[in-house]
């Protein structure tokens, strides 16, 4: 490795006085505290702020409108546009949860059912939310584009059995997803 | 030349001992005469991949997915002689197209490539080829995880179909039997199961029909395949085309943990491997063990198994009082059985001890039977029709180890004597392990009343242990280590793939503490672990010295002779000895 000389900046005396510093510093926070007083902090409109400072007041204030596209928040079971449940129950959602929080018991779709050629959904598919970490890897490694992480983050409930989510409310919170891409046409 | 005259050439050498040489890969190896060389691939630890080829059934080589690069010595021009390397090889001539490795033998002086540009190109294609009508729904297939199609499609396939048209359709979830459902679109038409319900069921049902791309695996009309056989099929299915109605869809292969054990409904005991998730039983498929069921079981037996978190199990001690059974701690069940018993003289006491017990269980039957001072000890035969393949006629698992433990010629001798005492009112008590009395031992509902004191371990909730007064929660066979003979002597052992339901114990334990509690003995001087069991009881038994449950094989020991014979496996050699399967 080569070695390379830095040599020490030469200071002024104004500079090695600090004072000059400390007073421009103090400016600017006495700036912005009259700024936020008047109640016209820098960004602050698009932070939904309660008027003082930049301070969000949650819950009665979100930012839920500034979240990305990209956001992970609640695992959800969607249908399509065809009103059918999109996951087959393969499972490889549970296999690869970290924390173990997905639980699915596979079943047979009837042969009455109009898609009956699917031949397999979930009996039961239970989502522990007190395990899930919003890794997003149940929607990644989806063979199906069943299972997506919505903009929902704030799960709350009483006890443990009411942080698990179960098959109807996972498809309630996931609601219909459309322009997927339709394996089961007719050509299948 | 002169060389060759003092050193032998290693073709000499190999056929002195009915061998030949073979360059598999660039390196020398010596198989026997006779040899296929994917069989020979394998014992150079090369794989060759392949779909139709099974060294239980014959090989049609349809599959053509174990093509491979097969090199000969040039033959030499007329007059001329063989010329040797520094090695003693001839030189290999490599032929530019490549054969099957299922169905050829090897030679001597033959090469084998099985990598390398051809045979990569070749397996490319070939998967290529069968991958262009299969409907890729491995999100709903049972087989994914476990499927050929997809192990080889990652290890030797293109990666992308350049296949745009549509793909045909076949039928698909076809009822083609009471346990098995068909899925043609998957069929990748290797014809295993043709074949194996031709050959080794004996009952060919199955068949191609239609053409080229349109060629589909059938039933024949009017037929269906319900042999008691039939699912082996499926196990034998590299690919997700013939599934399990028992198996379907309860689970992704790749959550199953799999622990050997053996089948308990028969005296054959068939190898199996027993599949598990938790605590609950998936399923059961064979084990290879070329002595005992070669690759394959009966339905009937693969069926009946017994699960933890079957409805009808006992999960705590009962103990009956006014009629009605209520549930008790270990302490209060052991004690009050001790007391109960204590009550009756030795001659008014019968044991009996079941021939589905492992050889621990037995002999702590026996020490507790010496410990109660009672000659009253039998096991409940079971007669059965044998089927003329694997079920035995004896449907007992264990009665040659009853018969070692017991020693005693028939050890289910005694069962008359002790029902007619029963009826007779000599003997008051019975202690029975895992048997249903009125099911084989022939007793009735009222002899079971008539009893003064009826002890059971059952793990299920049968009449027996409706009529106990004590029951004592027992583990099934999927539950527990010990050891078993099969009709042919063969010291076989079962592992435990899961834990007893609730307060469940394995019969052993509950012997030896009974039999503690009767005694009033220090317990430390008792077994404390299955192990250590088994050392008591290969040290007490000339026939098992030395083979504790440790030391029994995979495939098990042969310990004792009974002129037994299993006649699927009888007639597999036969078939070996013919040339018709590989073996």
């Keep these: 490795m080569a070695t390379i000389k830095v040599t020490r900046p030469k200071l002024t005396l104004l500079e090695k006085l600090y004072f ?99 031949e397999k959904r979930p009996k039961e598919f239970d989502i522990d939310m007190t395990r899930c970490i919003y890794c997003g890897m149940c929607e990644e490694v989806c063979p199906e584009q069943a299972i997506f992480l919505r903009k929902d983050y704030a799960m709350t409930g009483l006890s443990r059995a009411d942080m698990v989510n179960d098959k109807e409310r996972l498809y309630e919170i996931g609601g219909v997803r459309t322009g997927l891409v339709n394996k089961w046409n007719d050509i299948k | 030349m002169s060389d060759s005259d003092t050193k032998q050439l290693p073709k000499d050498l190999a ?33 060759v991949p392949h779909y139709c080829y099974h060294p239980k059934l014959s090989s049609p080589g349809n599959c053509r997915m174990c093509l491979v690069q097969m090199g000969m010595p040039p033959r030499p021009a007329p007059g001329a002689e063989p010329s040797y390397g520094e090695n003693g090889y001839q030189e290999i001539g490599w032929m530019p197209r490549p054969v099957i490795a299922c169905a050829n033998t090897v030679t001597e002086n033959m090469g084998i490539r099985t990598t390398g540009e051809l045979v990569e190109k070749c397996r490319e294609g070939v998967m290529e080829f069968l991958l262009i009508n299969h409907p890729l729904d491995c999100p709903i297939c049972d087989q994914a995880g476990e499927c050929r199609l997809q192990e080889f499609s990652v290890e030797h396939g293109k990666g992308e179909s350049r296949f745009k048209e549509d793909k045909i359709k076949k039928p698909k979830n076809v009822k083609i039997g009471p346990r098995i459902r068909l899925d043609d679109e998957r069929c990748i038409m290797c014809s295993r199961c043709i074949r194996f319900m031709d050959e080794v069921a004996d009952e060919p049902v199955l068949g191609f029909a239609e053409r080229g791309t349109h060629t589909s695996v059938g039933i024949f009309p009017g037929k269906e395949l319900d042999n008691n056989y039939g699912l082996n099929t499926v196990d034998l299915c590299p690919v997700g085309a013939l599934t399990s109605n028992d198996f379907r869809f309860q689970m992704r292969t790749w959550f199953l943990k799999e622990t050997n054990s053996i089948d308990t409904n028969c005296g054959t005991g068939s190898n199996i491997t027993v599949w598990t998730r938790g605590n609950k039983i998936f399923r059961i498929t064979p084990r ?21 978190t079957d409805e009808d199990r006992l999960t705590a001690c009962l103990i009956k009082a ?12 052991l004690e009050a059985a001790s007391d109960a018993l204590k009550q009756f003289e030795s001659s008014e006491i019968a044991i009996i001890a079941s021939g589905k017990q492992t050889n621990e269980e037995l002999f702590m039957m026996r020490t ?44 289910a001798s005694q069962l008359t004597n002790i029902l ?3 009826r007779s009112g000599t003997i008051k008590a019975i202690i029975a392990a895992s048997e249903d009395l009125q099911d084989a031992a022939g007793f009735s509902a009222d002899d079971l009343e008539a009893l003064e004191l009826l002890i059971s ?127």
């Design chain 1, 20 to 118: 000059p510093s400390i007073m421009n510093g103090m400016f600017i926070t006495f700036k912005h505290a009259v700024r936020s007083l008047r109640g016209k902090s820098i960004g602050g409109d698009s932070m939904n702020t309660s008027g003082l400072g930049i301070t969000m007041q949650y819950p009665e204030q979100k930012w839920d409108d500034h979240l990305p596209e990209y956001y992970r928040g609640v695992p959800t079971l969607v249908t399509d546009e065809q009103d059918r449940e999109r996951c087959v129950s393969c499972q490889l959602c549970e296999f690869i949860c970290p924390p173990k929080a997905i639980a699915i018991m596979p079943g047979e779709i009837e042969s009455d059912d109009p898609w009956a050629k699917v």
């Design chain 2, 15 to 47: 056929a002195e001992n009915g061998m030949v040489n073979v360059q598999i890969d660039g390196h020398w190896i010596q198989v026997p005469k006779g040899t296929r060389m994917i069989e020979a691939c394998k014992m150079a630890e090369q794989e």
């Design chain 2, 288 to 308: 290879q063990n070329d002595d005992v069921n070669s690759c394959w079981m009966p339905d009937s037996h693969r069926l009946n198994y017994i699960c933890p």
């Design chain 2, 322 to 333: 006014d009629g009605v059974h209520e549930e008790t701690c270990w302490e209060n069940a």
């Design chain 2, 368 to 411: 507790l039977a010496a410990e109660l001072g009672c000659e009253n000890l039998s096991i409940v035969a079971r007669e059965q029709k044998s089927d003329d393949m694997l079920i035995s006629s004896d449907g007992n698992a264990n009665t040659t180890g009853a018969r070692l433990i017991f020693t005693t010629a028939s050890p």
């Design chain 2, 420 to 422: 007619e005492g029963v």
């Design chain 2, 457 to 583: 371990i059952n793990c299920r909730a049968n009449a027996t242990a409706q009529a106990s007064d004590i029951v004592f929660p027992g583990a099934g066979p999927a539950e527990k280590r010990g050891s078993m003979i099969n009709i042919t002597g063969r010291l076989q052992k079962l592992n435990a793939a899961c834990i007893p339901p609730g307060d469940a114990r394995c019969d052993w334990e509950i012997i030896r503490d009974l039999a503690l509690s009767i005694s009033e003995e220090v317990a430390q001087e008792a077994p404390q672990s299955i192990d250590a069991l088994s050392k008591n009881l290969t040290a007490s038994i000339s026939e098992l010295e030395g083979k504790h449950l440790a030391a029994i094989s995979e495939l098990g020991d042969i310990v004792t002779e009974t002129g037994n014979t299993i006649p699927l496996v009888k007639r597999e050699a036969e078939r070996k000895a013919n040339g018709e399967i590989v073996g």
